[in-house]
């Protein structure tokens, strides 16, 4: 293997790594495999994973 392509390959993985957890890389991995233009407008998609809902829960209550 051509050590310019081995270098660009570990580029686009620690790319993807940096990206979060593993539902992330994943579907950045499959987007890329589909249509790699399409990666920089690539917004995440949390699904039921996400945690707005859950967001200021975690503050006591402020008493007026």
């Given at each position: 293997?051509?050590?310019?392509?081995?270098?660009?390959l570990r580029e686009e993985k620690r790319v993807v790594k940096?990206?979060?957890n593993k539902r992330l890389r994943r579907q950045v991995r499959e987007t890329l495999a589909a249509?790699?233009?399409?990666?920089s407008d690539l917004e995440p998609d949390y699904g039921r994973c996400r945690s707005e809902v859950?967001?200021?829960?975690?503050q006591p209550p402020v008493r007026s």
């Open positions: 293997m051509d050590q310019k392509l081995k270098k660009e940096r990206l979060g249509d790699p233009e399409a990666i859950l967001n200021g829960l975690d």
